[in-house]
């Protein structure tokens, strides 16, 4: 159990002195392996248990809430070291047998395949499943709950189906030396950096870095949690003119542009986005620059001149409304089964949607294509070449080295499948989710898309996202019928997203071996155990919180939620049929598909024709990604991301650059997790009680930015 499982086949020592053909692997992954090294042992268990259980906690209790933080693999790799380095100092090593199966405490040092293990087992389903919005929405917003035992086994469908087509593609997503995957050499690297030996003469440690940033923002978080909410957002424009309706717009966080809107609160900068210092500075600017062509142009442009007569609705929200700007009452157009009535629906009037929302759709069309036009642009001859060197090249040395280690059958994973397989049908026929005929339709979508969208992610590290063709296919094929197209884009979308965020773990075991069966283990472990605790939060939350996913249950307000629930109703209940059609006046976004073709040709022009230039850090798909997020992320989020990232990777990256290798990363995790814990004890501490009525105790300085629009307050 403990050692890694070893074949008899061992590679000579000429192997040995082979490499990756590839620079960028070279540089990362060691050509070396010691088959001696153990790895599933106990403290793998007891580590990746606890952690698992809580970045699962956690990442859940922030989902609902208005700021999403999410903590994430950096935090595992940072404390897991010196935990498994205090384990393997204090615990016996006595040996124990059970049912004839010897193991131990403590088998010696702690190594770099166990502390792999640990982050994998943590992460492979720690951030909240896709399916818990479709339980959320059920619940909250449509009256039917699925129950407990339903959401549990509709969340482990979704999620394990994935381990299946993750396995069976190994053959062509893994093995062959072409398929790199980018993203995983910077974990190989921090890895390597955690285990090998390292000289700061008297310098402060990382871990002592993370736990001094850990205390520092745990405390500081009760300040703009509790204390101050005042100092989440700083309007400094609604501070101006409060009773300024366009000021409000414009400075507003929530249902505002964000323009001149400042925070002291790290969960603002972070929560949305990701920590800025993860994010490359180039490619911080590519994203801040699409954020400022839509939402601080574009937005302005067809707000103010009442495009679609959208004047009188806010200028920013994912909330759906009536052509008069009053709320959109799903209940009003609906049957008693939740399908769409369409008297009623003739009768109470079209749905209506603010303009930056309808561009954002528009926006995230010609996002698809645009990204497929730029990946073929700038990859389509290496992703040419690398597919016809994986069928031709021979194995590299890590797949060498990889043959010492028994593999998983494919039938573990064929097995893996007819179980997740037969049981969504059941669940989507028994409590009338999704009739058993479209759940075959939506598997189609992974089957076919996983491994061409694989090769892509492969090499470029992009990943064409496939909700919108999901969701126009179950919306032409049912429409009126709104909790069928969250299930079948669960489905068809979600499975194919699970099986490469596996695929992509899989390669980081293969560059780091880690016997196989160790790794199918622990991300079969983790996804369960995770996928249980996040739907128990889920359920305390929504039970337990009056007013959640409303504004009365700030801060559990369920901006994502939210938008999911909007979606539902905009691609199920209504259809893209009626949203789009051509008597709607939201028709005309349709043709943003073409603008995406055409938008990365000039950009690539300029920088074949000047290959020095600027041009070669722009990116377009980059740039118009953000609008994807637009919303439920507030906007001021963005902006003061971008700050966080200019600081951190521009300024300190370029001027302090020993400082920011030796602890960007252990400030951002310490950062993280100080206010992730400080967040939990105070509702904890807090949940009944209030801060006195004083300046700093109201979030809100915006007070007209989400009461209407620029027409409304006009009258």
């Given at each position: 159990?403990?050692?890694?499982?070893?074949n008899?086949?061992?590679?000579?020592s000429?192997?040995?002195?082979?490499?990756?053909?590839?620079?960028?692997?070279?540089?990362?992954?060691?050509?070396?392996?010691?088959?001696s090294?153990?790895s599933?042992?106990?403290?793998?268990?007891?580590?990746g248990?606890?952690?698992?259980?809580v970045?699962s906690?956690?990442n859940?209790f922030?989902?609902?809430?208005?700021?999403?933080?999410?903590?994430?693999?950096?935090?595992?790799?940072?404390?897991?070291?010196?935990?498994?380095?205090?384990?393997?100092?204090?615990?016996?090593?006595?040996?124990?047998s059970?049912?004839?199966?010897?193991?131990?405490?403590?088998?010696?040092p702690?190594?770099?395949?166990?502390?792999?293990?640990?982050?994998?087992f943590?992460?492979a389903?720690?951030?909240?499943?896709y399916?818990?919005?479709?339980?959320?929405?059920?619940k909250?917003?449509?009256?039917?709950?699925?129950?407990?035992?339903?959401?549990?086994?509709?969340?482990?469908?979704?999620?394990?189906?994935?381990?299946?087509?993750?396995?069976?593609?190994?053959?062509?997503?893994?093995?062959?030396?072409?398929?790199?995957?980018?993203?995983?050499?910077?974990?190989?690297?921090?890895?390597?950096?955690?285990h090998?030996?390292?000289?700061?003469g008297?310098?402060?440690?990382?871990t002592?870095?993370f736990w001094?940033?850990?205390?520092?923002?745990?405390?500081?978080?009760?300040?703009?949690?509790?204390?101050?909410?005042?100092?989440?957002?700083i309007?400094i424009?609604?501070?101006?003119?409060?009773?300024?309706v366009?000021?409000?717009?414009?400075?507003?966080?929530?249902?505002?542009?964000?323009?001149?809107?400042?925070?002291?609160?790290w969960?603002?900068?972070s929560?949305?986005?990701?920590?800025?210092?993860?994010?490359p500075?180039?490619?911080?600017?590519?994203?801040?620059?699409?954020?400022?062509?839509?939402?601080?142009?574009?937005?302005?442009?067809?707000?103010?001149?009442?495009?679609w007569?959208?004047?009188?609705l806010?200028i920013?929200?994912?909330?759906?409304?009536?052509?008069?700007?009053?709320a959109?009452?799903?209940?009003q157009?609906?049957?008693?089964?939740?399908?769409?009535?369409?008297?009623?629906?003739?009768?109470?009037?079209?749905?209506?949607?603010?303009?930056q929302?309808?561009?954002s759709?528009?926006?995230?069309?010609?996002?698809?294509?645009?990204?497929?036009?730029y990946?073929?642009?700038?990859?389509?001859?290496?992703?040419?070449?690398?597919?016809?060197?994986?069928?031709?090249?021979?194995?590299d040395i890590?797949?060498?080295?990889?043959?010492?280690?028994?593999?998983?059958?494919h039938w573990?994973?064929?097995?893996?499948?007819?179980?997740?397989f037969t049981?969504?049908?059941?669940?989507?026929?028994?409590?009338?989710?999704?009739?058993?005929?479209?759940?075959v339709?939506?598997?189609?979508?992974?089957?076919v898309f996983?491994?061409?969208?694989?090769?892509?992610?492969?090499?470029?590290?992009?990943?064409?996202?496939?909700?919108?063709?999901?969701e126009?296919?179950?919306?032409?094929g049912?429409p009126?019928?709104?909790?069928?197209n969250?299930?079948?884009?669960?489905?068809?979308?979600i499975?194919?997203?699970?099986?490469?965020?596996?695929?992509?773990d899989?390669?980081?075991?293969?560059?780091m071996?880690?016997?196989?069966r160790h790794?199918?283990?622990?991300?079969?472990?983790?996804t369960?155990?995770?996928?249980?605790?996040e739907l128990?939060?889920a359920y305390?939350?929504?039970?337990?919180?009056e007013g959640?996913?409303?504004?009365?249950?700030?801060?559990?307000?369920c901006?994502?939620?939210?938008?999911?629930?909007?979606?539902?109703?905009?691609?199920?209940l209504i259809?893209?049929?009626?949203?789009?059609?051509?008597?709607?006046?939201?028709?005309?976004?349709?043709?943003?598909?073409?603008?995406?073709?055409?938008?990365?040709v000039?950009?690539?022009?300029?920088q074949?024709?000047?290959?020095?230039?600027?041009?070669r850090?722009?990116?377009?798909?980059?740039?118009?990604s953000?609008?994807g997020?637009?919303?439920?992320?507030?906007?001021?989020?963005?902006?003061n991301?971008?700050?966080?990232?200019?600081v951190f990777?521009y300024i300190?990256?370029?001027?302090?650059?020993?400082?920011?290798?030796?602890?960007?990363f252990?400030?951002s995790?310490?950062?993280?997790?100080?206010?992730?814990?400080?967040?939990?004890v105070?509702?904890?501490?807090f949940?009944?009680?209030?801060?006195?009525?004083?300046?700093?105790a109201?979030?809100n300085?915006?007070?007209?930015?989400?009461?209407?629009?620029?027409?409304?307050?006009?009258?």
């Amino acid at each position: 159990m403990f050692k890694s499982d070893v074949n008899e086949k061992t590679g000579s020592s000429e192997e040995e002195e082979e490499d990756s053909p590839y620079d960028l692997v070279r540089c990362s992954v060691s050509n070396k392996d010691d088959p001696s090294m153990y790895s599933l042992t106990f403290r793998v268990w007891v580590l990746g248990i606890i952690f698992t259980g809580v970045l699962s906690f956690v990442n859940q209790f922030f989902f609902y809430r208005q700021n999403q933080l999410s903590l994430g693999g950096s935090v595992v790799q940072l404390l897991a070291f010196p935990a498994g380095y205090l384990m393997s100092k204090t615990l016996p090593t006595r040996k124990f047998s059970t049912f004839g199966w010897e193991w131990t405490m403590n088998p010696g040092p702690f190594n770099i395949k166990e502390h792999v293990l640990i982050s994998i087992f943590a992460t492979a389903s720690s951030g909240s499943p896709y399916a818990i919005d479709v339980v959320t929405i059920k619940k909250i917003w449509y009256k039917s709950d699925l129950g407990f035992v339903a959401s549990l086994l509709f969340i482990l469908t979704s999620q394990i189906m994935g381990y299946s087509f993750a396995g069976l593609t190994r053959q062509f997503l893994v093995y062959p030396a072409a398929m790199i995957w980018p993203a995983t050499l910077i974990s190989v690297t921090l890895f390597r950096t955690f285990h090998e030996v390292q000289n700061f003469g008297n310098k402060m440690s990382r871990t002592k870095m993370f736990w001094l940033c850990f205390t520092g923002s745990f405390f500081w978080y009760f300040f703009p949690n509790f204390i101050a909410p005042a100092l989440t957002y700083i309007a400094i424009l609604c501070y101006i003119a409060p009773n300024n309706v366009i000021a409000n717009q414009l400075g507003d966080a929530y249902n505002g542009l964000g323009i001149f809107n400042f925070t002291l609160d790290w969960s603002t900068i972070s929560s949305n986005m990701g920590s800025p210092i993860a994010y490359p500075w180039v490619m911080a600017c590519n994203l801040f620059a699409g954020f400022v062509m839509v939402m601080w142009i574009i937005t302005p442009i067809g707000y103010y001149t009442n495009t679609w007569g959208t004047g009188n609705l806010p200028i920013y929200t994912a909330h759906l409304f009536k052509e008069n700007g009053s709320a959109y009452d799903i209940h009003q157009i609906m049957t008693s089964d939740q399908h769409l009535d369409e008297a009623k629906y003739e009768a109470y009037g079209p749905v209506r949607m603010t303009f930056q929302f309808a561009m954002s759709y528009g926006i995230g069309f010609a996002a698809i294509i645009t990204l497929l036009v730029y990946i073929g642009l700038h990859y389509g001859e290496e992703i040419y070449q690398r597919v016809k060197q994986s069928r031709e090249m021979d194995q590299d040395i890590h797949a060498k080295l990889m043959r010492r280690y028994p593999e998983v059958p494919h039938w573990w994973y064929i097995v893996l499948f007819v179980i997740t397989f037969t049981t969504s049908i059941i669940i989507c026929e028994v409590f009338h989710m999704m009739p058993w005929y479209w759940v075959v339709v939506s598997i189609i979508v992974p089957l076919v898309f996983t491994i061409p969208i694989g090769i892509i992610q492969a090499i470029s590290n992009q990943q064409p996202g496939l909700n919108v063709i999901t969701e126009f296919i179950i919306g032409y094929g049912m429409p009126g019928n709104p909790i069928a197209n969250v299930t079948f884009k669960v489905y068809g979308y979600i499975t194919m997203t699970q099986a490469l965020n596996l695929v992509g773990d899989l390669k980081l075991g293969h560059y780091m071996k880690i016997p196989p069966r160790h790794m199918f283990i622990v991300q079969l472990v983790g996804t369960v155990m995770a996928s249980f605790i996040e739907l128990a939060v889920a359920y305390w939350l929504m039970n337990s919180i009056e007013g959640i996913c409303t504004p009365a249950g700030y801060p559990f307000t369920c901006i994502s939620a939210n938008t999911f629930y909007s979606a539902s109703v905009l691609w199920g209940l209504i259809g893209p049929g009626k949203l789009f059609g051509r008597s709607s006046p939201y028709h005309p976004v349709l043709y943003l598909f073409f603008l995406g073709i055409v938008l990365p040709v000039p950009v690539w022009y300029m920088q074949r024709r000047y290959p020095g230039s600027f041009w070669r850090h722009v990116n377009v798909p980059v740039a118009i990604s953000i609008a994807g997020a637009m919303p439920p992320m507030p906007a001021a989020s963005v902006v003061n991301w971008f700050i966080g990232c200019f600081v951190f990777n521009y300024i300190i990256h370029k001027y302090r650059n020993t400082w920011w290798q030796r602890y960007a990363f252990s400030l951002s995790a310490g950062l993280d997790s100080g206010l992730a814990i400080s967040g939990i004890v105070q509702f904890g501490i807090f949940t009944k009680a209030k801060m006195p009525n004083w300046w700093g105790a109201d979030a809100n300085k915006c007070k007209l930015a989400a009461t209407g629009g620029f027409l409304t307050h006009q009258k």
